[in-house]
């Protein structure tokens, strides 16, 4: 009968005072540890708007070959997947996907022919949607 009531305390659980503790120590980590992963989700995202800026400047590039000047500014990113008309020589479309990428905060990129900081400015606003900013807020374009 000894031995029965043994096994029955250890199979209880944990206390109420364990539990807090324990939840203390995680709400604490989280502290420490949140503010770092979501720094770094952030910068993935600009990262990301800077891969796909490149990669639509390449495409822009290839397009320039073919045609022999770059989309106006009415004709703009579509013209790297759909033929403009008038525009002899398109070999596209210039991008594996059937339309133009948004960026990774959804809104599409902007466009700019003859751009202000090179030849052609393609840039996002990024998170904020903006111009200007710090961070997850600050312009993300084929000039930096």
Same mark, same amino acid.
């Not at 002899?88 to 959804?106: C, E, I």
């Given at each position: 009968m000894k031995h029965h009531r043994n096994q029955s305390r250890r199979q209880r659980g944990f206390t109420l005072m364990e539990l807090l503790v324990v939840l203390a120590i995680l709400g604490l980590l989280m502290s420490l540890?949140?503010? +770092? *992963?979501?720094?770094?989700? &952030?910068? @993935?995202? /600009?990262? /990301?708007?800077?891969?796909?800026v490149k990669d639509l400047e390449q495409s822009l590039e290839m397009y320039k070959?073919?045609?022999? +000047?770059?989309?106006? !500014?009415?004709?703009?990113?579509? @013209?790297? *997947?759909r033929k403009p008309s008038g525009a @002899?020589?398109? !070999? &596209?479309?210039?991008?594996?996907?059937?339309?133009?990428?948004?960026?990774?905060?959804?809104r599409?990129?902007?466009?700019?022919?003859?751009?202000? +900081?090179?030849? *052609?400015?393609?840039?996002?606003?990024?998170?904020?949607? *903006?111009?200007?900013g710090e961070g997850e807020d600050t312009d993300v374009g084929n000039w930096r």
């Open positions: 540890v949140g503010p +770092r *992963v979501l720094n770094q989700l &952030g910068g @993935a995202k /600009t990262k /990301t708007a800077g891969i796909q070959l073919d045609v022999g +000047r770059f989309p106006s !500014n009415s004709e703009g990113l579509d @013209a790297l *997947v @002899a020589g398109w !070999n &596209g479309p210039y991008l594996k996907s059937k339309d133009v990428p948004l960026d990774p905060w959804n599409e990129y902007h466009y700019k022919y003859p751009g202000e +900081r090179s030849e *052609v400015d393609i840039f996002s606003y990024g998170q904020n949607g *903006v111009p200007g």
